[in-house]
Structure formats: structure tokens, C-alpha cells
């Protein structure tokens, strides 16, 4: 197996884009090329994710995009799975060049919502929970997140402001990152008066409705040789499922898939939790940045929400979580989000995230999560 | 890289599903696992394709297909190319199992369009058109196919009778398919006084919409050791793009990204197109049959249509071509159609295919478009 290195990676600033999803992911996807010292004709795969495409009555978007780019003749697929699925892609990109069967590949994530009403918006993201026992039930995310908070609460109770640490220090991470949604800092007071989503998540413990689009490129390190970028060796790319239907788990204390998708990945890297610098996981909703911390194997269950308390999850703290500003602040462009992650530990390892570096960047973990966690991927990223 | 091969296929029939997409594809997905000898537990990918699934307000599929089938833990992702998705996902598949990451893995296509009015499917498939070129300005895939057949039709005059006799030829071998959707024959005359759809494609020159699942369980040569079935062994895996937008390219005389797939695919396997014995190739119209011909190098240019009247690619002609009934008559459940093209050939080599069999089995060709051309799977398979 070859050693596959991400040498480009490029955002744009979420929230709101005027143009079509196309338009952004050919734009972003030109930046990362550019950026990561190669020309468009050396891509030899494109994995797309768009899980909302159709509601832009446009499918097949990967040949349009390598269209765009100039390489139409390079072969693309769209993957999808959920909130995760850009990450999924780029665990084929990964396949792909480690397993030699190209030299390098693109992976882009692109999602635009901003032309949807808030409720058809809810309903489209429902469509990623099982149909036939949660959203025909009338089940959505807030409401199955707040599910699992509930239980999470029962075992191991917490103050409202345990979870408020947890979005006010997203929001202060957020504040300094361009590409961010909300780049603003908010406080405990406007935290704990936010309006009440689905008991016990308020408002600003969601993550909103986002447009946005992010790239990665992936090359084999005899391919790139002399690269023009600190390269994010990829250590481990490991995936995983679980059971989709909350009421068929055993417990709701976290999230399965997480737990084996971080198993696998630290098998795969020879690492440990302890040697991993910083992290971006999967906090579409506040309860799930404590999961994350637990499942990954970071801290012991029902301590992560002190641990956030305690500041131990700050940018400058001792495991600095979501410097970007995670899902919660950065935003959450379904699609574009697991390879925004990667786009956040390259400018920290390029020196990149102004304002916002952690303290050591010679290791880092991606965590992105499917759903309410029917898929998991688990990247470990370091230095050459 | 190792040997792949496909050790079970298996199809439901295609035409109108009583069940759900995720019901049947799970349904398939057993049905090939039985027949290939391993459990559901050895499978350690599953690559799902399933177009229209927002349809049936059912997205991240794959969990849910693992779950009915006892491994929830498995990765799984959904695959989508247009009309090409499955045979994009079992490209995926091949690379996972080539490449030493799984030992087994999993494809499964499904569609299930009967819930929607034609309509409404219609605009559905447009979709995978390009919207800012083709489907805002009113394209739906009959009228970009009749554009391809005038362009063919100019450069090379054929009457009617040539087009009728590839649906001719198509349904008399779907009239032998129990997995066809149309298991009846027509006769020239029923083709000819079919209406005209987008001239010069009549009814009969359009594949119909259909529901249908099939699957396919690709595993390693070492992995299976002593193979219940005759293995398939992929020779070559190859797919490519090509412009998306009809306008911009060169000239419309057949598929540009089928001849680069194909230049590839007979690279990869070393062999030249006289050594395959019969083919499978992307009928969604029947001037797409001649174009598979000649874009993959069997004939040249301008001559498929006289080798189709003159009983060359018949089933007991010196080049069988959809011994299944292609997707003409088989029907054409977007993304199970690549995965079922497999399906007939492994039937084929098994001696599955009663009442159907073409004469020679040693090797054979799956060919599978998305959209007009912008994206194409080309698969070569050959016997151990």
C-alpha cells in the first residue's frame, strides 16, 4: 500500500452562496488543485458529495464538475452517505491512491439549502433517519439528538451550561475562522435564553442550515515528491456502521459506529488517543461533541461535558476541539462537511489558521458522523 | 493487486415492486450472498446505488440494507453516476477487493419509480442532464437521444426497419428472461406503428420505466479458494467521463466516454474485442445499441445498424448482444441497471440463463452509460 498524502484543501465561506452548487464545488476544487502544486489534467478520479442536488434538479454533477475543471475524460462518482459523506468520499480517494490505481484524486463536497424553506429543509435532512420507524413517526435530528441527550442526561446529569460550554467555545472558535457561518462569539446568558428546539437542546446547541463547499486533494507520495505544502499524511482512513434505528441499539450512551470506526483507525495507524494533537469531530448538536470525546476513546464515558467545562477542549486548552468552529459555528453543508474538516487541519498544519492555531500541530483526528451515527468515518492525519 | 472476481449475482424482476426500494435491495443482497457461498458476515463493504431514493423519503440506505442483513457494522456508501450508478459502485467494489482493503464486498442497485407519474419521472430523469444547458431549457432524455440518432441518422441513412430490429432482437430475448419487465415478443409491424416519442425514437426505440433490484458480491480469488459458482473474473474494471453538454461536444456520432472506457477496459484485461464472446451494452435507446457497438470497437462507425438486421448480434449470432433483453426490455431501473447487466452474465456462465444461452460463455462484456455519455462503465469479465 502507498503512502497517500491530502496537499490541497480549500473552503469557502459558509452560509449563504449566490451561485449554484456546481459552480462553488468547481471553483473550491480549482483552489485546492491549484493550491496543492498540481494542474487539473494529474487529477485521475473525482468523488463528488451532494446529497441535495436534486432539489438544484441536478444529479451527475461530477462530470459537469470535471468539466469545469477541464478534464472532462476523468472518470467521477457522486458518494453519499449522510453527513458523512464527504468524508466517505475521501475514504475512496484514499482506496484509490493508496491502492495504486490512481495517482491522485479530488474529492469535493458541495451542498446548497439556502433556496429551500426551513421546513422542506427539515424534511429533506429526515430522509437520512430511517423512514419506515423514524420520519414517517414525525422524527427529526432535533428531536432524535435530543433523544440521546435525554438518555445521556438521565445517566450522567449536567447543567444546561455544561452543554452551552460547549457552543459558546465553537462560537469563539468560529469568530476567528473566514470560512465560518457565524463568525461571532457568543455568552452563557445568550446561550441559556435561547429558545428551547427540542428538550434539552436550545437553539444554539444546533447546528444551522448551510451553504457551503469544500475540496480535497489526495496524492501518492511518490506522485508528489517535492510537495509545495506541509502534506497531512493520511495515517488511518477507517469507516463504519451501526444499527440506524435508535430503538433497535442497546444503549443510546453514544454513538457504535464511532466507537468501531476509532478502533479500526487506531489499529490502522499504530497510534493512541493520547497522541493525537487536535481534533474535529462531529458536533452537529452540542451533546454530540461530548459523544464524540468519549466514543473516540479520548475521555472516559460522562466526563467529556467536564472536560468542556474545565476548558481542557479550548484552542489553546490540553486537546484542542474543533478549532474551526465545528458544525455548531463553522456550519454544516451536509455534504461539504467532512472534507471541510480536512480543510481546517491542513491551515493549521500550513499555518494557515490565523487567529486560531492550536498549540501542536503534528497530529490530528477527523470525526464525521452519518445521521445519528448509521455511518461513521474516522481519518488520522500527521506530519511527514 | 489481486484477482477480483464476482461469485453471486442475482435480480428480482424488473417492471413494479409491490415492497420498498431498501426491502428489495435487502431481498437481492441475500439472494446473492446465498448463492455465492460466504454469509453476510464476510462481506466488508457495501456499495448501494439508489438514484431515486429521495422518492421514497429514504436517503443513507446502505446502514439500513446492512442492518436487514445482520452486519450492521459494515461501511457502506451510496454510489450514484445517472443511469451508470451500479456499475460505478461495483468499479468501487473491484478497487476495495483489487486493492487488498476488503476481502468481500457488496454491490446492490435498486430503483423503485412506479410511485411517481411519468411525469414527474420524467423530470426526474432530466435531472441528470445538465440543468443550466439542457433540462431548464426543456431536454428530457428521449429528445437529447433523438438529437444523437438525427446527428447518426445524417451522417449515416438507415430506415426505420433498422432501429426496429434492435427492439426486435431485445424483446425476443427478454421474452426469456424471468427478470424481464417485458417477457413478450413484438414484430416489426407492432414496432412500426408504435407512436413516435421524439422522432425518429418510437415507443419501441425507449426503454420503460421500471422499479427493480439486483445485486452483485465481488470477492478476492484467495478469499473464496474453492468458488460454489463459476466465478466471474474481472478482467477489467474501467470507467471515464466525457463533456456532459451535447452542445459542446465535437461531434454526436456515438459516446465519447464509451471509447475512452472501452480503450482502457481492453488495456487493463489485454485482450482485443474478438475475444469477447458477448456483450451486455446500455440500450436505454435502441440508437444507443448501435453506438455501444461501434464506440467500443466491435464494428465500424456506420455499420452497427446492417449487423443488427443481418441477425449478428441475435442470440445465436456470431456476436450476441444483450442476451437479457438490455435495458429495452428487461427494463431499466436507473441504478440497478449496471449490476443487473452482471447478473445476466453470470447467469449466462452458469448455465442459468435456460432458454436464453448465447453459444460461447468464456468471456463477456458489461458496458453501462450515465446520462447522453458523461459518464461509462466498462467491465470485462472471462472465465478462470
Known amino acids: 500500500m502507498r503512502e497517500a498524502w491530502v496537499i490541497g484543501a480549500a473552503s469557502n465561506r459558509f452560509g449563504k452562496m449566490p451561485e449554484t452548487g456546481r459552480e462553488a464545488a468547481t471553483r473550491v476544487a480549482l483552489e485546492a488543485i491549484r493550491q496543492s502544486g498540481l494542474e487539473p489534467k494529474d487529477i485521475g478520479y473525482t468523488f463528488v458529495s451532494n446529497c441535495f442536488g436534486l432539489t438544484e434538479k441536478q444529479g451527475h454533477v461530477g462530470p459537469l464538475i470535471n468539466g469545469g475543471l477541464g478534464i472532462p475524460e476523468v472518470p467521477s462518482c457522486t458518494i453519499e452517505s449522510a453527513c458523512s459523506s464527504s468524508s466517505a468520499a475521501l475514504h475512496e480517494a484514499f482506496v484509490h491512491v493508496a491502492g495504486g490505481f490512481t495517482d491522485a484524486a479530488l474529492v469535493v463536497g458541495v451542498e446548497k439549502l439556502s433556496h429551500l424553506d426551513t421546513l422542506t429543509a427539515t424534511s429533506y435532512f429526515a430522509e437520512a433517519a430511517d423512514y419506515a420507524f423514524e420520519t414517517k413517526n414525525g422524527a427529526t435530528f432535533p428531536g432524535l439528538y435530543a433523544t440521546l441527550a435525554n438518555a445521556y442526561q438521565k445517566a450522567y446529569p449536567m447543567a444546561p451550561e455544561v452543554l452551552g460550554s460547549v457552543a459558546i467555545k465553537n462560537h469563539a472558535n468560529a469568530a476567528r475562522n473566514p470560512h465560518a457561518q457565524f463568525q461571532k462569539e457568543i455568552s452563557m446568558d445568550t446561550y441559556l435564553r435561547s429558545p428551547m428546539i427540542?428538550?434539552?437542546?436550545?437553539?444554539?446547541?444546533?447546528?444551522?442550515?448551510?451553504?457551503?463547499?469544500?475540496?480535497?486533494?489526495?496524492?501518492?507520495?511518490?506522485?508528489?515528491?517535492?510537495?509545495?505544502?506541509?502534506?497531512?499524511?493520511i495515517r488511518a482512513s477507517a469507516r463504519s456502521g451501526s444499527i440506524t434505528e435508535m430503538q433497535d441499539r442497546p444503549d443510546l450512551l453514544g454513538l457504535p459506529a464511532t466507537r468501531t470506526a476509532a478502533e479500526k483507525a487506531f489499529r490502522q495507524a499504530g497510534m493512541e488517543p493520547k497522541e493525537i494533537d487536535f481534533l474535529e469531530v462531529h458536533d452537529c448538536f452540542t451533546i454530540a461533541e461530548l459523544f464524540a470525546l468519549e466514543d473516540l476513546g479520548f475521555l472516559p464515558r460522562g466526563t467529556a461535558g467536564r472536560a468542556e467545562v474545565e476548558g481542557v477542549t479550548a484552542r489553546d486548552g490540553k486537546l484542542p476541539v474543533n478549532p474551526s468552529g465545528g458544525l455548531k459555528a463553522k456550519g454544516h453543508p451536509v455534504s461539504a462537511t467532512g472534507a471541510s474538516q480536512v480543510v481546517e487541519i491542513f491551515e493549521q498544519f500550513n499555518g494557515l489558521a490565523k487567529g486560531r492555531e492550536v498549540p501542536r500541530t503534528e497530529t490530528a483526528l477527523a470525526h464525521n458522523v452519518g445521521a445519528t451515527g448509521g455511518s461513521c468515518s474516522v481519518h488520522i492525519f500527521s506530519r511527514r
Chains 1, 2 share one sequence.
Do not use: I, M, N, W
Request: aromatic share 8%.
Open 198 to 233: 427540542a428538550s434539552p437542546l436550545r437553539l444554539y446547541d444546533c447546528c444551522p442550515f448551510s451553504d457551503g463547499a469544500a475540496a480535497v486533494v489526495v496524492a501518492a507520495k511518490e506522485f508528489v515528491r517535492h510537495p509545495v505544502t506541509e502534506p497531512l499524511v
